[in-house]
């Protein structure tokens, strides 16, 4: 079923790669990981593969950098740190693609991108002429400010989060620019179908909906990244309402990029709907 529907729809995708994937359990860079999935986006792009890729990282290279072993709990202090690590996290990737012949582009990113017709369609040309210049964007929010509203005066109007980590905001940039697919990489197989620490646990090879029974599977939030499974399951959610197939997978698999392009079956796939359907999750 997937390998049939790679072959006649898949021309552009999303990638995600967490925190847990771009860094070590030390807290430093998995630098050979990190090349060797850069190689795989690469090679996508050399078969006519058109790939996005929405990269975390940008705060745990800040804390490594500062030396720090606990995420911050301030919110400035977390800002500060992605303000240092993300001119690493594109230093990095900007080395590594250079080496194949890549270029690529940083695209930081605010909820106002998403909210703002005028900004939004700005987004999408510019995406669309990346991505036809054969040039890979490296997408992150923009966490140097987009956390401010966190601080927003009460008398303000709250207003509702659209993305509040990588996740989301890859679910919703493949429903706005889109994508045909969505990969969400990790630090895990897949969604099990029980926590993974139970005797039997077994990751779900697919999952045609997300019900209130998925969502129930959730692990909660891991130590580094903001995201976590639940995360991950309203992200699925929201495109699968755009009609487009999510996986989740974990990328230390070797060649994980190739053999989910392949049809193999590697991960949790999120079927798509037949038709797509009124999007209720996000704006």
Same mark, same amino acid.
């Given at each position: 079923?997937?390998?049939n @529907?790679?072959?006649?729809?898949l021309? $552009? ?9 771009i ?10 990981l990190?090349?060797g ?15 996005l ?11 490594? $950098? ?5 995420r911050?709990?301030?919110?400035? %202090?977390? %800002? ?8 690493r996290?594109m230093?990095? @990737?900007?080395?590594?693609? /250079?080496?194949?012949g890549? +270029?690529?582009?940083?695209?930081l990113?605010?909820?106002?991108d998403?909210?703002?017709p005028? $900004? ?8 669309d ?8 964007p ?5 966490? #140097?400010?987009? #956390?401010?509203?966190?601080? $927003?005066?009460?008398?303000?109007? +709250?207003r509702e989060r659209?993305f509040g ?7 919703l940039l ?5 994508? /045909? ?10 969604? @099990?179908?029980?926590? +993974? ?9 697919h999952? /045609? ?13 891991n130590? !580094? ?13 929201i495109?699968l309402?755009?009609?487009k ?9 070797p !060649?994980?990029?190739e ?7 590697v991960g #949790?796939?999120f079927a798509?709907? !037949? ?6 999750v996000?704006?």
């Amino acid at each position: 079923m997937l390998r049939n @529907y790679l072959e006649k729809n898949l021309h $552009r995708i999303v990638v995600k790669l967490g925190t847990n994937v771009i860094m070590r359990h030390d807290g430093k860079v998995a630098l050979g990981l990190l090349c060797g999935l850069v190689e795989q986006v690469a090679e996508l792009r050399s078969q006519g593969i058109e790939v996005l890729v929405v990269s975390s990282g940008a705060v745990g290279l800040g804390m490594e $950098r500062l030396g720090l072993l606990e995420r911050p709990t301030v919110v400035a %202090q977390i %800002q500060a740190c992605a303000a240092i690590g993300q001119s690493r996290l594109m230093s990095l @990737y900007d080395d590594a693609f /250079d080496r194949l012949g890549c +270029p690529i582009a940083q695209v930081l990113l605010t909820e106002d991108d998403f909210r703002d017709p005028v $900004r939004h369609g700005n987004l999408r040309a510019t995406l669309d002429a990346l991505l036809t210049m054969g040039v890979i964007p490296i997408v992150n929010e923009n966490d #140097t400010v987009s #956390t401010i509203e966190l601080d $927003r005066a009460t008398e303000l109007r +709250p207003r509702e989060r659209i993305f509040g980590d990588n996740d989301k905001l890859s679910a919703l940039l493949l429903k706005h620019i889109g994508a /045909d697919m969505l990969v969400l990489l990790s630090d895990v197989d897949g969604l @099990y179908d029980r926590n +993974p620490t139970e005797p039997g646990a077994s990751v779900l090879a697919h999952v /045609d909906m997300v019900d209130e029974g998925i969502l129930a599977l959730a692990d909660g939030v891991n130590g !580094r990244g903001r995201g976590g499974m639940i995360s991950k399951l309203e992200s699925a959610r929201i495109v699968l309402h755009a009609g487009k197939q999510v996986i989740i997978a974990n990328g230390r698999t070797p !060649r994980v990029l190739e053999r989910i392009v392949a049809g193999e079956q590697v991960g #949790t796939l999120f079927a798509a709907a !037949r038709e797509p359907v009124g999007e209720k999750v996000a704006r």
